[in-house]
């Protein structure tokens, strides 16, 4: 039996930016292999569909949803895509998040305003969407996806990015403990420098002048282990929050950064 086994999962961000293994796809993919139901949402509705193929071609069950989870409306029909299909909810992985480079001088208005919807209030969103529906079947899990950027500057300016990414850590604590004693779990999994299609889309300019193969160098030196983390080094810490062997965890948070966070500089 799966260490999700019978669980219906909402997986935000399931797609991916780009080709590869991003966080989302990997987290929905593994808990599929783990027994779950996963709904596949994404902004990017065929990227959506590429996890659910890969779900269902592995023999998993899986639907792919187009949803803005900025938007109320669009997360309010990706809840009841969810229901009319599986009946219920159990796990949700609050996983978008865009990173734009800039401090505060160089990140105008409608940045600021544009990441925190994305990476922020689509947390609040998607929770309060869920949770009536996990009390409905005696609880649940919820796994936001934060950085170790919420916490330590990680050699980047994106003010907007981690400042956000840092706000979903006490809106975690939060809801963990609002429904701790009716068995709804709440943490947060903090990803350090990951090797995602995410960071080649956004990040090259701003570590080696758009040169990928050099930022991938760079980024790896900066990590005690001597590599970048993976998607699935993700995933497997989400895995492990979603399921029954974390059922005594909440409110705390999981650093996955092969020890960056632990270093002087």
Known sequence: MGRVEGKVAIVTGAGSIGPGWGNGKASATLMAREGAKV????INLEAAEETRSIIEGEGGEAIAVRCDVSSKAEVAAMTEAALGAFG??????NNVGIAVVGGVEGTDIETWDRVAK???????????????HMLERGGGAIVHTSSIAGIRHTGVDYITY????????????????EYAARNIRSNCVLPGLMK???????????????????MHRLRDAQCPMGHMGDAWDVARAVLFLASDDA?????TELVVDGGVT???S
Do not use: Q, W
């Open 39 to 42: 709904v596949c949402a994404d």
């Open 88 to 93: 219920g909810i159990d796990i949700l992985h």
């Open 118 to 132: 994305v990476n922020l209030t689509s947390a609040f969103l998607c929770t309060k969407a869920a949770v009536p």
């Open 162 to 177: 981690s400042t956000t990414k840092g706000a979903l850590i006490p809106f975690s604590r939060s809801v963990a403990l």
């Open 196 to 214: 995602t299609p995410m960071i080649e889309v956004g990040l090259p300019d701003a570590y080696s002048e758009g040169d990928i193969d050099e």
């Open 247 to 251: 059922r005594y965890i909440t409110g």
């Open 262 to 264: 632990a270093k002087f």
